[in-house]
């Protein structure tokens, strides 16, 4: 049983002796028993908890970012009017900070035999899938002056997406794919390597494209066009060991490695190439294969979405062999990972031969913004200490990008709001070279 605000005040009226208020209801029953009478039959007529139903609706996934609403249906099977207050816990990362208690909180007046339906509106601050917790119903009598209270499991799962914030850049880098297949008003075909067709010679071509024979069988000088050829293979591994728990801002250098991913499987499906994923550190977290071209982009949001950074080491030779077999042909294996010297010559250097060997390799790395700026900073004496570090930490990274190149990798190297167009920049160099 319950005591409730009510009882509380007139307590502190000196309507009830202060003997109310001790924990044995036998003493209180003793010291005023009619009001202690009110409140045992206030409590007893207090509809019953426990035989409470619920069902569950709404949305069960969204954005990260965004809202979303999950309905509550309760039903009161008693004779009793219900009159209660309902909590419906979630994981606190569910709401922004503060506004928990408002959105979680709910009061229900449901007659005998009705139903009612509540909605929590949920903004979850973290990506991944977050779980109903425990339904809290504290059920008052008539008076106000005793209550029930009784806890419900009613499982709900709403899986958080990641944001894709890079959606932005497509347009560009859709039009500048359009430029590479001929397809606007400005030509301007690449280094490909499938045939697309004939045109007048224009000063300016390479006299390598011209077509001699067709030239002899008509008055103009005819030169070949090419474009980019499609159907090409894309892995994209990302690599979920522990440098990838590092946080660059207020987010994980993971989550910066998933938005420029979905950059590139956007364009590349467009593109008409395939894409799969591969999320890897001691063992395979994550694997996409097979997918359809319009297909393929939700499910690797959804795959994604559950990942979370393990704080091992990653097994680069696991992720090797697992890379191969998973692109059997030709491809090329865009790795996501960091540019940290150890990792790198401990790692994937010994492993890039099996890899280069038969793929073009591309390995994506996000910058921290914060050692530029370090390296930039004078004034004080601490502040040229620190421009030395940041400078020498840039150098190394330098180092390390320039030991990856020597073995014929492509690397990007990019901040978190620039990796993302920078990515999709290196597919499209790669595609007008003919190098897919």
């Keep these: 049983m319950a005591l409730t605000g009510r009882t509380a005040l007139l307590a502190a009226l000196g309507s009830l002796p202060v003997g109310i208020l001790a924990p044995s209801w036998t003493g209180m029953l003793a010291v005023n028993a009619p009001l202690s009478l009110a409140i ?28 979303t609403e999950v309905q509550l249906t309760v039903t009161n099977p008693s004779r009793r009017r219900l009159r209660a207050h309902l ?73 958080v997406l990641p944001p894709f914030t890079s959606r932005k850049h497509l347009p ?34 390479d006299t390598r494209s011209i077509d001699w024979r067709a030239t002899a069988r008509q008055s103009a000088v005819a030169v070949r066009t090419w474009r980019p050829e499609r159907d090409r293979h894309i892995l994209i591994v990302l690599d979920t060991g522990r440098t990838s728990a590092g946080r660059v801002g207020d987010v994980p250098r993971l989550d910066a490695a998933m938005d420029a991913a979905l950059l590139l499987t956007a364009l590349a499906t467009r593109a008409g190439d395939r894409v799969d994923l591969l999320a890897h550190d001691r063992r395979t977290r994550a694997q996409l294969q097979g997918r ?27 992720l090797s062999a697992t890379a191969l077999a998973s692109a059997p042909r030709r491809s090329l294996i865009v790795l996501l990972t960091s540019l940290d010297a150890a990792p790198v010559q401990e790692g994937l250097l010994p492993a890039l031969p099996r890899l280069t060997q038969r793929h073009t390799v591309l390995v994506a790395a996000v910058a921290d913004p914060h050692i530029e700026e370090m390296a930039g900073a004078r004034g004080t004496v601490d502040a040229v200490y620190e421009a030395a570090a940041a400078t020498q930490a840039q150098a190394q990274r330098r180092r390390t990008a320039e030991q990856l190149q020597r073995h014929g990798v492509v690397v990007v190297d990019a901040t978190p709001d620039n990796l993302a167009p920078a990515l999709a920049d290196a597919y499209l160099a790669l595609k007008a070279a003919g190098r897919l």
């Excluded at 449901?110 to 779980?131: K, Q, Y």
């Excluded at 690449?190 to 300016?204: H, K």
């Excluded at 690797?300 to 990942?307: E, G, H, I, K, S």
């Design 40 to 67: 045992l039959c206030d409590y007893a007529l207090a509809a019953p908890v426990r035989t409470l139903q619920f069902t569950r609706s709404g949305d069960t996934t969204v954005r990260l970012g965004d809202g």
């Design 292 to 318: 359809a071209a319009g297909e393929v982009l939700s499910a690797m949001v959804t795959a994604m979405a559950p990942l979370e950074p393990e704080l091992v080491e990653t097994d680069v030779r696991g």
């Design 172 to 205: 560009s880098r859709l039009a500048r794919l359009r430029e590479l297949d001929g397809r606007t008003s400005v030509l301007t075909r690449g280094g490909g390597t499938e045939f697309d067709s004939l045109r007048a010679y224009v000063p300016g071509d």
């Design 87 to 159: 909590r419906d816990a979630w994981p606190p990362s569910s709401w922004l900070t503060g506004t928990e208690q408002a959105a979680s909180r709910h009061t229900l007046d449901i007659p005998a035999g009705e139903r009612r339906r509540v909605t929590t509106l949920l903004r979850p601050t973290r990506r991944g899938d977050r779980r109903a917790e425990q339904v809290t119903v504290r059920s008052y009598g008539p008076l106000g002056l005793a209550a029930r209270q009784g806890n419900h499991h009613v499982p709900w799962t709403v899986r």
